[in-house]
């Protein structure tokens, strides 16, 4: 029984070997450039293009066909996806699924719609492995799953809502009359998988104020933390601040890839938490 997961470049994992696994990318399409988001893409250096770059940016989920090619032979597919409140990803991947099961109808595939990004599909596809590796069948880990996605959460703080508001992933007007356009912002991936945010930041201090408060308040007590981020300044002072809380927290901090370094921005930090 060969068992695979598979998720969007939004995760920010090129590589995962606990398991077989495969990251399919989004594309970030910026005047003359093109950036696919795999494992040859420098992050860094998209950044410093887009800083320059003064046009329209735009962004495109993976279609049905790239989703198929991911699945492969595989028997069980366990399919981890960005919200579908922001991104067409999941159900292209529903299509995908829909199709391999026709054609292979004893195969099993579950398409886990993250309703969040980035380090929080990451604690999601780390679980999945674990249980994997503990030999619960696909068919508990489906009912388990569920109930891991209710515990784990996200929360952020972006530069501005620039890219986010640009490309109608946040409305205008809600970023425009929260005044939050151009302004350093907290947030978090509210229960329906939509950007919401929780206070404005003016300075460091708040910023990191801000983020350990939205941790505590839902839930954070010392689970496992993941942190992707597009400033690693910032990622080691928040990794030193959750350990005041919690010394022996496993936490892991990483450069975001290009999906979310494209929508966080230069500066940006995600982090993904077990409640
Ligand atoms: O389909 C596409 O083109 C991709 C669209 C993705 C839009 C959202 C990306 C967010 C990236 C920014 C902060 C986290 C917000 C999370 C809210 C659930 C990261």
């Excluded at 989920?61 to 399919?79: H, L, M, Q």
Aim: aromatic share 6%.
């Amino acid at each position: 029984m060969a068992f695979k997961i598979v998720a969007d470049s939004s995760c920010d994992l090129t590589r995962f070997s606990a398991v077989d696994f495969a990251s399919v990318p989004l594309t970030i399409m910026a005047g003359e450039r093109t950036f696919v988001d795999d494992a040859r893409l420098d992050p860094r250096e998209m950044l410093d293009y887009l800083a320059t770059y003064k046009g329209r940016s735009t962004t495109a989920c993976p279609n049905p066909d790239d989703w198929r090619a991911a699945f492969g032979e595989a028997d069980e597919v366990v399919c981890i996806t960005i919200t579908s409140n922001l991104s067409g990803a999941c159900n292209s991947a529903r299509i995908a699924r829909e199709d391999y099961l026709r054609q292979h109808p004893q195969r099993k595939v579950l398409v886990v719609d993250s309703l969040s990004t980035g380090p929080e599909m990451v604690l999601l596809i780390e679980k999945v492995a674990e249980w994997h590796l503990a030999g619960y069948t696909f068919e508990a880990i489906e009912r388990m799953v569920e109930d891991y996605r209710q515990t784990t959460h996200l929360t952020f703080a972006l530069e501005s809502l620039r890219s986010l508001v640009n490309n109608g992933r946040v409305s205008p007007a809600v970023a425009a009359l929260a005044g939050l356009l151009n302004i350093r912002i907290v947030g978090i991936a509210s229960d329906v998988g939509t950007l919401q945010p929780v206070n404005k930041c003016r300075g460091e201090k708040r910023t990191q104020q801000g983020l350990i408060n939205a941790m505590k308040e839902r839930g954070f007590k010392g689970g496992k933390v993941r942190i992707a981020h597009n400033n690693p300044a910032l990622a080691e002072i928040m990794t030193s601040l959750i350990r005041e809380i919690a010394p022996d927290t496993d936490i892991q901090a990483y450069q975001a890839r290009g999906l979310v370094s494209f929508y966080a921005e230069d500066g940006g930090i995600l982090i993904g938490y077990e409640g």
